[in-house]
Nanobody, 123 residues
Framework: DVQLQASGGGLVQAGESLTLSCTVS????????IGWFRQVPGKEREGLSC????????NYAESVKGRFTISSTNAMNTVYLQMNSLKPEDTAVYYC????????????????WGQGTQVTVSS
């Protein structure tokens, strides 16, 4: 079974940093991408960043470009999201997900989802 588990959320103050981890298991496909998303109650889910297993290429949403950095272990068993200069509007539940194929399109329908981790940024 494919399993993804996001962790590392917490309560931080504005301007601080936080690193989320996504533990990935059971993905036996050659090409896939791991993405990070977030959702605030009552709002649509927002794609933040993704990374391809094929060559490590990455993509970022404009809203987080320059502040967030996605990275992974070589085998992509763990994917990280380093979040700097956090703002109160970054408060959300953060999810990681996997899509089969080396797609870097954050609007694609992802195939597998993990449970989220809460990030709260106080002002």
């Amino acid at each position: 079974d494919v399993q993804l588990q996001a962790s590392g959320g917490g309560l931080v103050q504005a301007g601080e940093s936080l690193t989320l981890s996504c533990t990935v298991s059971g993905l036996t496909f050659d090409d896939f991408a791991i993405g990070w998303f977030r959702q605030v109650p009552g709002k649509e889910r927002e794609g933040l960043s993704c990374i391809s297993s094929a060559d490590g290429s990455t993509n970022y949403a404009e809203s987080v470009k320059g502040r967030f950095t996605i990275s992974s272990t070589n085998a992509m068993n763990t994917v990280y999201l380093q979040m700097n200069s956090l703002k109160p509007e970054d408060t959300a539940v953060y999810y990681c997900a996997a899509v089969l194929g080396s797609f870097l399109d954050l609007t694609r329908t992802y195939d597998y989802w993990g449970q989220g981790t809460q990030v709260t940024v106080s002002s």
